[in-house]
């Protein structure tokens, strides 16, 4: 299955790293809305925001970066995560920490592509799902891609993380 592109939107290193891998993967445009979040994206796509995957850049008690990867409608919990991971705490990273570690914008955040290397968590039951929705690199713009690819190309590791909204 060849990935397809938008004529309008360019290319961001998450696209360019799955397209190098030979990863299959479609963009969804979509107009960005400050502090939207996964809701107005998912309402915009016409997708379940179960689906709609968001990457969230943290820190444990050393100030190490992470990824966590989570449901939209989903929070993280924090105690949980640290004590599944071997951590004192976990915390999220302020927005220009996140975008010093991953080189993207706060908003436009892939776990693909990221200027440091983090390890990459991701809520078990995301791996569950046919097919995700998960940010391009770009605020505006999601790509849609087999849960599996988290696994092989970030090496993401399940977690039991999941709080209820």
């Known amino acids: 299955m060849a990935s397809k592109k938008s004529p309008h939107v360019s290319e961001t290193p998450a696209t360019q790293a799955l397209r190098r891998a030979g990863v299959a993967f479609e963009l969804h445009v979509y107009e960005y809305v400050e502090h939207g979040g996964t ?33 939209g409608d989903r929070t ?8 599944q991971t071997g951590r004192k705490s976990i915390e999220a990273c302020k927005p220009d920490v996140a975008q010093r ?12 592509g990221t200027r440091k290397p983090m390890p990459v968590f991701v809520e078990e039951s995301v791996m569950q799902l046919p097919q995700i929705f998960i940010n391009a690199g770009r605020r505006g713009c999601l790509m849609s891609i087999s849960p599996k ?14 709080l209820e909204t």
């Open 39 to 71: 809701g107005e994206s998912a309402r915009q796509l016409g997708v379940d925001e179960h689906q709609v995957v968001k990457t969230l850049v943290m820190q444990d008690e050393q100030a190490r970066p992470l990824i966590v990867l989570m449901h």
């Open 76 to 83: 993280v919990s924090t105690k949980n995560l640290a004590r």
């Open 101 to 112: 570690h991953s080189g993207y914008q706060v908003g436009g955040t892939s776990p693909f």
């Open 149 to 162: 690819v988290l696994v092989d190309l970030l090496a993401a590791q399940p977690v039991h993380c999941a």
